[in-house]
């Protein structure tokens, strides 16, 4: 009798961890596809996205890369460069749908043709891209295309990929401690953050930045011929596969520059 009810209880739990193990296997599938059907609205993207970090949590991920930038590379001291490029991008961030932060634009010394977003809202351009731009237009173009990375969190999406299992179980229930949460989401990710930043984004991420980079652009008043222009400078710079970050991101240049054009005369009409 007694080893009977010993092996009901038994049974009863191991299917307690079994249903436990499976809701969490479930919320970790949900998670990592980027399942539609729970979380909240995202203006940029139009649909319901479950991000477990935070905007507190994404600001210090982005202060945290900005040491280590800083660390690796020349941030520019000119002036007249610096507030140009702030200037421009003040216009294209008043517009962005993503305003739970406040927009940084940085200028790297490095004669590479590169640009990248960081978690938290953070923008840098290089100024080896800055040169071969001429017009308001061409940098808006580029800061527009960052800030479309920003306000579709798109960093962040590759950060939540790449999160292992029992970070993705201790965010999903709560278990990491609510007064340093946010610091112990950058410790956990010091390595993973950096290379993700640096790292291509995918096909859809890349249209879609395009898309709402023309729609910054058009609601900050800056000539949308910009963003052609800049896109055929990278495709006319551009070396093969084999080039900069920026030049061998897929999709080709070529098909983003037929995307785009087809962008701006919906916009227009």
Known sequence: MLSNLIDRNLSQVFRKQAFASFLMTLFFVIFISGCGTLGS???????KEFILVSTAEEVAMGESVDQNLRAEYKYSSNRTMISRVEGIGRKIAQVSDRQDYSY???????????????PGGNIYIFTGLLNKLTTDAQIAAVIAHETGH?????????????????????????????????????????????NLVLSKYSR????????LGVKYMYLAGYDLNGIVETLAILDKESKGDGGLLILRSHPYLKDRIESVKKEIQAVKS
């Open 41 to 47: 609205y995202n203006a940029a993207t139009g649909k």
């Open 150 to 194: 920003c306000a579709a969190k798109h960093v962040v999406k590759k950060y939540q990929t790449s999160l292992g299992y029992d970070i993705v179980k201790k965010l999903v229930l709560g278990q990491l401690d609510s007064s340093g949460r946010a610091a112990q989401v950058v410790s956990m990710s010091s390595g993973t953050i950096m």
């Open 204 to 211: 859809g991420d890349e249209f879609a930045a395009d898309k």
């Open 104 to 118: 940084n634009f940085f200028v790297i010394e490095k004669d590479e043709l590169n640009a990248f977003t960081t």
